[in-house]
């Protein structure tokens, strides 16, 4: 759903509203699903009704693996002469902080006596995360994901179908994360009265945004009882990557009421800014760095759109920064001046991805890389003392990594024979 179904749509804005952002515009007939949802959050995630929060957290550290450590990077605190420290979300089992909001959200299903779980995913960290939830609660599961992303990422696709999942190939559009959420928005359409959509990001309509929030918050949380407890203090800055934004908002929500904390949100700037409306594409996923307001999925925020009000074609060299919107809370952050949206290029998230795995023994995400591309870029902006969330692991991204260098090296000694490993 985007901004060309507007006029089509009820808005409800409630309490699911972020100064201009957020809401809930939707087809008439998710209404009382959302409600359900609604009600839902409140009992069982705001009063702990049942016990829910406290089985939560129980399943968050004996099948989770939770707290996750905040690590001194010794090397880079020594290369950029000030302390650099880790948030380790890669160490989650499943390998990213995507288990966080999905089992919270399978869990939710169940005490909501949901039948089955649909989710969509980008890069196959959401979808690995809900299957995964899904096998250990014992819920069928559905997942959408785009045939460029399962093109992109096999391994995940092998490990969703491994936990017992359903993955579904979306040839519409660019076979990305935009059209995987358009199809399981579908799939919940005509379902909702026995199906719980697990939305993976801080994104669509209320009360998504809160929950996922809520259920990622524990990264920030850990953090700053961590650095607290490790530097007498709390950060100069926070550091984190955004797509949709359940990474970055999940590190920064314990820090919003510390003025004194800087908030950076690092977005996957592509090979250029630009945005080519005739042609209908972005060579970025910039989308607080660039985009303008729109309604996508259900909410009012940020997206790269036309002039026209079409969503456009997004990119980044990372499946999971590769979304044409951003949530709302994200948006308003950004809005009201609490966060700071910055944004790196593909070749700068690849430098990242390998200057962590060189210097620090720890392959990142490439979603991860873009905050690491921005340490590296803009250290004195950032203070003294900083945190880097480093989201996810770079299993993931081995293959996309290896052909992306093979593509440089081939770019710089273009008669070199690059040796393919067979």
């Known amino acids: 759903m985007s901004t060309g179904d507007h006029d089509r749509e009820t808005r409800r804005d409630a309490d699911g509203t972020f100064g201009e952002y957020g809401g809930q515009y939707v087809p008439e007939a998710l209404m009382p699903a959302l409600q359900e949802l609604e009600d839902a959050y409140e009992r069982y995630v705001l009063e702990n009704e049942d016990g829910f929060m406290d089985e939560f957290r129980e399943r968050m550290r004996d099948f989770g693996g939770r707290p996750t450590p905040l690590q001194r990077a010794d090397r880079l605190s020594e290369r950029y002469d000030r302390e650099i420290y880790l948030k380790r979300e890669d160490l989650v089992h499943g390998g990213a902080h995507k288990l966080n909001n999905a089992l919270g959200q399978v869990l939710l299903a169940k005490y909501m006596g949901k039948e089955r779980v649909i989710a969509e995913t980008g890069a196959g960290q959401h979808g690995t995360a809900t299957a995964m939830a899904a096998a250990h609660l014992d819920v069928p599961c559905e997942i959408y994901m785009g045939r460029t992303d399962i093109n992109r990422q096999r391994p995940n696709v092998y490990r969703m179908r491994m936990n017992g999942a ?32 697990v939305i993976g990001s801080v994104v669509g309509p209320h009360p998504f945004p809160k929950l996922v929030r809520d259920f990622q918050s524990v990264i920030g949380e850990e953090a700053r009882e961590q650095i607290r407890e490790k530097a007498g203090r709390l950060p100069d800055s926070v550091v984190a990557c955004a797509g949709g934004g359940s990474n970055t908002m999940g590190a920064f929500h314990a820090f919003v009421p510390d003025e004194n904390v800087d908030l950076y949100a690092v977005e996957a700037g592509g090979s250029s800014l630009e945005i080519d409306t005739d042609a209908g594409v972005a060579p970025n996923s910039a989308t607080l760095s660039t985009g303008t307001d729109g309604v996508l999925h259900g909410a009012m925020t940020k997206l790269l759109q036309s002039d026209d009000g079409q969503i456009v074609e997004s990119h980044s060299v990372s499946a999971g920064l590769d979304y044409a919107g951003v949530g709302p809370e994200l948006s308003h952050l950004v809005e009201t001046g609490r966060v700071t949206p910055v944004n790196v290029d593909d070749e700068a998230a690849l430098d990242g991805f390998h200057r962590l795995s060189n210097l620090e023994g720890i392959i990142p995400a490439l979603e991860s890389s873009h905050a690491l591309g921005y340490l590296e870029e803009q250290t004195d902006e950032l203070g003294d003392l900083v945190i880097v969330n480093v989201s996810g692991r770079g299993d993931k991204d081995l293959e996309t990594v290896l052909e992306e260098t093979e593509k440089r090296d081939l770019e710089a000694a273009p008669d070199v024979e690059v040796f393919d490993g067979e």
């Open 166 to 197: 359903e993955v579904n190939p979306v040839t519409a559009g660019s076979g990305t994360l935009k059209e995987a959420i358009n199809e399981t928005m579908r799939d919940w359409a005509t379902t909702v009265e026995r199906t719980h959509y």
